[in-house]
């Protein structure tokens, strides 16, 4: 999905997540996502929620009256055992693969799109994205065990 300049990234989630067929085991995401909009969305999904809250974050009112709300959950969490302990139990350092992904794209591709138009700017990010995977497959190394 392109967006403009204009376009927050916890806007787009929702929308993102609609265009996944499969189920969703876990979505994480940073600071930028802490938004009722992007929880619900996660929640809909049946998903594992893994975005940490902002520094200064305060529980949010639960409507349904069932169960906390799942940020709640993480707040509680967090103040039981340390962001540093949280982030570890939630595997939510496997966020920063697809952060090295992101950067691997800018640093070889630029943070720019040449495309004018929208259907072209997606037609150049899916051509860009196929060049960096067969980079990326090109430079893994071949690992084989060795028993001794």
Known sequence: MTTSNS????????????????????V?????????????????????????PRENATTWPDKSGESPHPRNQILERIELVGRKKWKEESD?????????????????????????TPDAQVAESYTRCHALNKMTKLGMPESYRVVM
């Open 28 to 52: 994480s995401a940073d600071g930028a996502y802490d938004t009722k909009g992007c929880h619900d969305a996660i929640q809909a999904r049946g998903a594992c929620i893994a975005i940490p």
């Open 92 to 116: 939510y350092h496997r966020r920063s693969l697809a952060e090295t992904a992101v950067f691997r794209y800018k640093t070889i591709f630029g943070d720019r799109l040449t495309a004018r």
């Open 7 to 26: 376009t927050g990234d916890g806007e787009t989630l929702p929308d993102l997540l609609d265009q996944i067929d499969d189920p969703i085991r876990q």
